[in-house]
């Protein structure tokens, strides 16, 4: 095992109408909240109603930005940032997905530091020394976000999309409500599945030889294999909601993480490639490139991808434990091919191009541009 400090100051709380208590939570914060939210879904649950109902109630002031985007931009984040600082606020309450969690973990420090340029802060050229609070009203089960230090944003100009970890970036408090995402469409659904179980392979694949997080890896997995499908099925369903939103928030808040040097992100990085290209959904990158990374890597990660295979599915090959999570992803209804999400082979040179020039690679596994391009002629 290697050596490890365990940290998470979060507060989470889990379960119908948790959402009433961000009011108390607030005031003992400040007086002035940011509110950010995405295009629209917010209104259409009890999300956005509810967080700004209880705020309101207890004389919080609010100012809104809304529009954050899936992939969310450095752009709209410097903006946002601006809006929290002229306004004086005092904390930062997002409500929605990862896109806008994620936004709203940058804002959180510009706002505290008036010299703060976001980019830079992503790509660890500033580095932060203050942010205000973060309440996150988590809307869509998948990137575990709501209770770890972590934003993935994309800078159009320079095409890339990368993330960032920094202590001062776990929100305060985070309230999953699983009925808010009982409105997450058949699509966003099977991505967030795909996420949570991405997260377990990052790990796994990870360095460092950690047994119990390996099995906290396996057992996180195994629910979503019998939960997801059993959600596609029945999308209203709260208490299938509820298991999937738990094991999401589980597969990336450190339990799996503990006792390794690192994770791989290899696939991640990879994915967010096809993200900056096709703006294509987190989740359908990772379902596209995970089966085709596995393939390539059989020979330098085989034991690993034979030790899964046992922990899952009992005792296959590997090439069958390759197959089964393929299956997995299919069944659930992401693309495991480009093709599928709209990606036709003559854009292989293109990716290829952007993959080779950001070094695409794991932190565990690094790749050659020879092993790019054959993960590559995989996905498609
Ligand atoms: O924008 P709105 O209108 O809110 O609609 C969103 C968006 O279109 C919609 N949605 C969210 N909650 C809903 C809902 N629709 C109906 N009912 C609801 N309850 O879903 C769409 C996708 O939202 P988004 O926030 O983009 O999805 P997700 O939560 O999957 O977040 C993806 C982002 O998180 C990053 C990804 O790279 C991607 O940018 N990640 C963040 C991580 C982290 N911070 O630890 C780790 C992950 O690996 C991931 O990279
Ligand atoms: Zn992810």
Same mark, same amino acid.
């Given at each position: ?22 009011? &108390? ?6 007086? #002035? ?13 009890? %999300? ?29 984040? $410097? ?42 802060? $992503?790509?660890?050229? #500033? ?41 001062? $970036? ?43 997080? &390996? ?26 909601? %509820? ?17 390794? %040097? ?61 197959? %089964? ?13 480009? $093709? ?41």
């Amino acid at each position: 095992m290697e050596s490890f400090t365990a940290f998470n100051p979060t507060k989470l709380h889990f379960g119908r109408d948790v959402v009433k208590q961000i009011g &108390d939570h607030a005031t003992q914060i400040g007086a #002035h909240a940011l509110l950010m939210y995405g295009c629209g879904s917010v209104l259409k649950n009890r %999300s956005y109603a509810d967080t700004v109902g209880r705020l309101k109630q207890n004389d919080i002031k609010v100012t809104e930005y809304s529009g954050i985007k899936p992939n969310p931009s450095v752009d709209d984040v $410097m903006e946002a940032a601006q809006i929290g600082r002229d306004n004086k606020v005092d904390m930062v309450v997002a409500v929605g997905g990862g896109s806008v969690i994620d936004a709203a973990k940058v804002v959180a420090i510009c706002i505290a530091d008036d010299d703060c340029n976001a980019w830079e802060v $992503m790509t660890r050229e #500033h580095d932060p020394q203050a942010a205000v609070p973060i309440l996150a009203v988590l809307t869509l089960a998948a990137t575990g976000t709501e209770m770890n230090p972590a934003a993935v944003l994309q800078n159009r100009q320079t095409k890339q999309k990368i993330g960032f970890r920094h202590k001062l $970036m776990y929100p305060m408090h985070s309230y999953l409500d699983p009925a808010y995402t009982l409105s997450v469409p058949q699509n966003y659904t099977a991505y967030g599945i795909v996420d949570l179980v991405s997260h377990c392979l990052e790990a796994w694949f990870g360095k460092g030889n950690a047994s119990l997080s &390996d099995r906290f890896v396996i057992s996180i997995i195994k629910e979503a294999m019998e939960y997801g499908p059993a959600l596609m099925e029945d999308p209203e369903n709260f208490e299938l909601r %509820s298991k999937i939103m738990w094991a999401a928030t589980n597969a990336l808040n450190s339990l799996t993480i503990y006792g390794r %040097s690192c994770c791989d992100w290899g696939v991640h990085i990879l994915g967010h490639n096809l993200s900056v290209l096709y703006d294509m959904p987190h989740g359908a990158t990772l379902s596209i490139i995970y089966p085709a990374w596995m393939k390539v890597m059989r020979d330098r990660a085989g034991e690993r991808i034979a030790k899964l295979g046992q922990g899952l599915f009992g005792n296959p090959s590997i090439d069958e434990t390759i197959a %089964s999570l393929e299956t997995f992803f299919s069944g659930l209804g992401s693309p495991v091919k480009c $093709m599928e999400a709209g990606i036709e082979p003559a854009c292989k040179k293109e990716i290829l191009q952007l993959v080779n020039k950001n070094q695409a690679e794991g932190l565990n596994y690094q790749l050659s541009n020879v092993e790019r391009e054959a993960i590559l002629t995989h996905i498609f």
